[in-house]
Structures are given as C-alpha cells and as structure tokens.
C-alpha cells in the first residue's frame, strides 16, 4: 500500500510511505533534518507497523508538540485506518 501524509507542526512537509501486508517496507520524509529523518526511515524499514506507531507515538521536538518520528506514528495510524 502506497501512502502519503501531510505532516504537521514538524520541518518535513510529507510522509510517504509503502507498507506491506502489515509490515513498514519504505518511509521518506521529504524535508526536515536529513540525518534524523533518514535514520528514523531505516529503523522503521521491516518493522510490523503497530511496533512502530508504539515506539514513535508522543515523541516531541523540544518545544514543539510534535516531532518527525511523531507524525511518522501518525501517518501509519492514518494508513492503517485505510485498510
């Protein structure tokens, strides 16, 4: 299943994700912090996605409410109600 989210409150603009049979098979941020994001995407790469929305789900960035890995967790809770 191809994906994409608007994320919100965070330097990257969008999610797009490929998730299969359940399972993270590729993340990429488009914007934000090269690094983080890029490391976030590798660790989340062959995960079950509810491992991940659990591990990510509530992390913020400094002050901010939100955070990449946040709305990562966000954008495979809105992928997954579309199953």
Do not use: W
């Not at 797009?16 to 660790?43: K, M, P, W, Y």
């Amino acid at each position: 299943m191809h994906f994409e989210y608007k994320t919100r409150g965070t330097c990257a603009s969008k999610i797009i994700l490929e998730i299969e049979d359940g399972i993270v098979a590729d993340v990429r941020f488009i914007g934000g912090c090269s690094g983080n994001t890029q490391g976030v995407s590798v660790l989340a790469k062959g995960l079950p996605v509810d491992s991940v929305i659990k591990k990510l789900k509530g992390i913020k960035c400094g002050m901010k409410p939100t955070s990449c890995p946040d709305q990562l967790a966000l954008a495979l809770e809105a992928a997954k109600a579309q199953l």
